[in-house]
């Protein structure tokens, strides 16, 4: 009898926690990728988190870090303007709607909390909410091409400020484009060529003086 109970706890023990594991909360942090000109300011993309387990997770703080190696991109604000998804925070943000928490650079820092003390937003399983539109600069020289930066620091906590572990990241990429003269300017730039072209040939025929 004795063992059969002990069997039955193990047993019960052993659902309970394929129940706990089955109903984890993966957490995946994602930054858009987007496209812009060599010498151009302005420019942005968003950074978002997903709940890809099958169970609702707590959220009431996140920090996230953007990195690049390349020094032809400067990383300049961060906000809550979300454009693709609702901000996480959306009516109960803390620092925004300006959320940047480092100066311009490769390297650049965001944060928000949940304003109302012990609250939070609850991400249920599925779901997708912004943390942030990322702004930055291209340097004139950028060389055309792709350019890569990760989300590798970055950190997220309940209403509590307990940590809850982020699965993964997944990074974008900035498609660097060079930039096309408009077609007035290749315009004036032939006209000019011609007429210098002209006045060499004039000054070429004209008979020398005696």
């Given at each position: 009898?004795?063992n ?6 193990i047993l019960s023990t ?6 706990v594991?089955?109903?984890?909360a993966?957490?995946?942090f ?11 300011t302005?420019?942005s993309?968003?950074v978002?988190?997903t709940?890809t ?6 959220i ?10 390349n ?12 454009t693709?998804?609702d ?6 943000s803390?620092?925004g709607p300006?959320?940047?928490?480092s ?5 650049f ?6 304003s ?17 539109e990322?702004f930055?600069?291209?340097a004139s020289?950028?060389?055309s091409g ?6 590798d620091?970055s950190?997220l ?7 809850i572990?982020?699965d ?7 498609t ?5 003269p ?6 004036l730039?032939a006209?000019g060529a011609?007429a ?9 025929r004209?008979p020398?003086?005696?």
């Amino acid at each position: 009898m004795l063992n059969t109970r002990r069997t039955i706890a193990i047993l019960s023990t052993a659902i309970s926690m394929a129940c706990v594991l089955s109903a984890h909360a993966d957490i995946i942090f994602s930054a858009a990728s987007t496209t812009a000109s060599a010498g151009s300011t302005g420019n942005s993309f968003e950074v978002d988190i997903t709940n890809t387990g099958s169970s609702a997770v707590q959220i009431g703080g996140f920090v996230f870090e953007i990195t690049t190696a390349n020094s032809a991109v400067t990383f300049t604000d961060a906000t809550t303007s979300t454009t693709t998804y609702d901000y996480i925070f959306d009516g109960n943000s803390f620092f925004g709607p300006d959320i940047s928490a480092s100066g311009s650079g490769q390297t650049f820092d965001a944060t928000d909390i949940a304003s109302t003390p012990s609250s939070y937003t609850t991400l249920v399983a599925g779901e997708t909410l912004g943390l942030g539109e990322i702004f930055f600069d291209l340097a004139s020289g950028a060389s055309s091409g792709t350019v890569s930066f990760n989300l590798d620091n970055s950190s997220l906590s309940d209403g509590d400020g307990n940590p809850i572990s982020i699965d993964s990241t997944n990074s974008g990429l900035i498609t660097v484009s060079s930039v096309t003269p408009e077609p007035t300017s290749l315009l004036l730039a032939a006209t000019g060529a011609l007429a210098l072209f002209g006045t060499s040939r004039r000054r070429l025929r004209q008979p020398a003086r005696t």
